[in-house]
């Protein structure tokens, strides 16, 4: 849908933190973006990534 995301990963003294950003064309966009569930799919889709390092690491 023409948005732009971006995941940035930053690990300081064995903590890492991910910063997820999604940018949008205009607050339009995101409007749809937040109506079509965005919010819910990242977070099913981080979630996925939680259990798959879990999984692997073990």
């Given amino acids: 849908m023409g948005a732009v995301g971006t995941v940035r990963l930053e690990g ?33 889709t981080l979630d996925n990534l939680v259990a798959h390092i879990a999984k692997t690491a073990a």
């Fill in 12 to 44: 300081d003294r064995g903590v890492t933190s991910m910063t997820v950003t999604i940018r949008c064309a205009n607050a339009e966009h995101l409007e749809q973006l937040v109506k079509l569930g965005i919010a819910e799919g990242t977070d099913r």
